[in-house]
């Protein structure tokens, strides 16, 4: 390595960005790195971990989750160490889910909330699950600019999706995620989901207040949207709430609020109700917030708040063995090597779905005896 490489530390070889630099060093093939060495990321231990996250380091709180979100085997015990070390951590946080149709201005109104409550000394981890990206090719990829304003904020941790590749994984370890932030000394998780499949009752399970965005239509905002949704959320805000579109937010305002009458609530002891807001002139920010609060202060003292999430707890639990079950499934090399020939067999219809599912169990039992 030239002395220039050596003490400059924005040193690149000259074809930096192109190729490797590729020149005899002693004999040798000499493979220049294409960034300096010193700039690669130290591979923190599980009690350096921990130390930044308490220390508010944002960079280290992003490695950390990196960590966690991680497939590999190398990484999922020091993950699970770190989480067993960040679990005990009690703050007193909320989780809140945010779902919507693509568009409905989810993220405006997590920048216009978020930075409400930056302002009144609360802490906001922004988590997005996108497992749906694949489809709507990653409507969530324009997040870090529309939430521009927030991202710059010091109290603030936005974490977008991975890549649709580690689709199963976002969802899976999205409650590792919320705790590990919550641990940093995040006191309000926003969970931003878009309102496509399954979606709503994962981030339902997930968190402890449900709030549902919608824009006004032409007068059949009932038509367009699933019951189903409604009735696990809280509450539901109609955005846009501004300019020309304000007497129309107030009109679908009082449609749900008449077909939210005949719905069983979404939580105990709490009646879901519809709101309007604009998260772009800030109008109805705060009385969302109060709506918030007000639902935390009446479950926690009917108690529904932690028996929600002692139920959450269980459903959480199970879906770590459905998942460590499916993985061991999928990457055993003797199910590997026969899957093809059992998928092409069942498409050519030569055998039967339920035998498929035989021969793979039962060379998967087999295997592991
Ligand atoms: N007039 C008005 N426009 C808004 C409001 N909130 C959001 N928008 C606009 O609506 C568009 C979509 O907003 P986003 O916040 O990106 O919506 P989203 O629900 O996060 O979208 P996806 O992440 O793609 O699902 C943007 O052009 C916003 O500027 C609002 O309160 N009033
Ligand atoms: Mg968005």
Sequence with gaps: MSDQSRYNPDWRPANAGKEFATKVVRGKPFVAPTTPIHAEKKEFSVDELFAGLK??????????????????????????????KCLPEVNNSIRIGISGVPGS??????????LYLIENGHR???LTIDPSSSVTKGSILGDKTRMEKLSKEENCFIRPSPSSG????????????????????????LIETVGVGQNEITVRSMVDFFLLIQIAGAGDELQGIKKGVIEIS?????????????????????????????????????????????SITGEGIAEMWSVIKKFESITKSNNYFWERRKEQSIEWTFSMIENSLKEAFYSNPLIKAKMQEVKNSVWKG????????????????????
């Design 55 to 84: 220390k508010y380091d944002r960079s280290i709180l992003a490695q950390a989750i990196t960590l966690i979100e991680s497939s590999s085997a190398k990484h999922s015990e020091k993950a699970s160490q770190l989480l067993n």
């Design 105 to 114: 201005g989810k993220s405006t109104f997590i920048e216009a909330l978020g």
């Design 124 to 126: 906001i981890a922004v």
């Design 166 to 189: 580690t689709l199963g994984g976002v969802t899976r370890k999205s409650r590792e995620s919320i705790r590990i932030c919550e641990a940093a000394g995040y006191d309000i998780i």
């Design 234 to 278: 809280d509450a539901i805000v109609v955005n846009k709430a501004d300019g020309d579109n304000k007497s129309k937010t107030l009109l679908a305002k009082t449609e749900y609020n008449n077909a939210l009458h005949y719905l069983q609530p979404a939580t105990k002891g709490w009646k879901t109700e519809a709101y309007t807001c604009s």
């Design 350 to 369: 030569e055998i039967l779905p339920s035998t498929a599912a035989e021969v793979l169990l039962d060379i998967y039992n087999s295997s592991r005896q």
